[in-house]
Structure formats: structure tokens, C-alpha cells
């Protein structure tokens, strides 16, 4: 699986913007998808993670309530629209794919990533 994600930018606090994440292959709907970003200095970290089909969701205990992560299996796409932002959650975004049923909140449990969306929060 190839993952190309887009839709970074600089917003300003209070802002919203939708990332999407396009993937190759057939048996996209067959991985969970998630987010995770990385801030300047600091580790990787979770964001959110959808199951197959879309049915289950999973999210970051500080950020649930402003993202939301879907899926449109159709279009072989994850989207993560963030609302409200905030300057510290300028980061690079990542997406990446698992083939496993779990949703998992570790870097090292999945196999696949995009190579990342830069966002930018500040006024």
C-alpha cells in the first residue's frame, strides 16, 4: 500500500482543515488507517485510527471532540478534519495503514506510511 497525504497548511488558531490520504491498492479497505503527527523535538504521536469498514474509531484522549477521522473505502481515502485548532498542534501529520484488526495507538503498528502534511497553526 501507498499512502500520499495532502491537504496541510497554515490556518489560524480557531481554524479548521480536512487531510485526506490517498492510498494504492485494491485491499485498502482490508487495513486500518490512523493518523499520528510529529511536532519539531518530540516523538511521533497518536492521533486517531479508524477499523475496517469505517465501523470503529479510536482517538487521542486530548484531542477527541475536535478531530474526526473517516473513511471512504470507495475512493481509497482517510480524512482527518480538525476544527478549532490550536497553535500546539502545529505538526507534521502522517498517515498510515495496518493490516491488523486492531486499533492500534503505537508507531510501530503499522506497516505503512505517506510521507506527511505539514500544519501550521499561528496568527
Known amino acids: 500500500v501507498q499512502l500520499q497525504a495532502s491537504g496541510g497548511g497554515l490556518v489560524q488558531p480557531g481554524g479548521s482543515l480536512r487531510l485526506s490520504c490517498a492510498a494504492s491498492g485494491r485491499t485498502f479497505s482490508s487495513y486500518t488507517m490512523s493518523w499520528f503527527r510529529q511536532a519539531p523535538g518530540k516523538e511521533r504521536e497518536f492521533v486517531a485510527a479508524i477499523s475496517w469498514g469505517g465501523g470503529a474509531t479510536v482517538y487521542a484522549t486530548s484531542l477527541k471532540g475536535r478531530f474526526t477521522i473517516s473513511r471512504d473505502d470507495a475512493k481509497y481515502t482517510v480524512y482527518l478534519q480538525m476544527s478549532y485548532l490550536k497553535p500546539e498542534d502545529t505538526a507534521v501529520y502522517y498517515c498510515?495503514?495496518?493490516?491488523?484488526?486492531?486499533?492500534?495507538?503505537?508507531?510501530?503498528?503499522?506497516?505503512?506510511w505517506g510521507q506527511g502534511t505539514q500544519v501550521t497553526v499561528s496568527s
Open positions: 498510515a495503514a495496518s493490516p491488523s484488526r486492531a486499533l492500534l495507538q503505537i508507531p510501530g503498528g503499522y506497516d505503512y
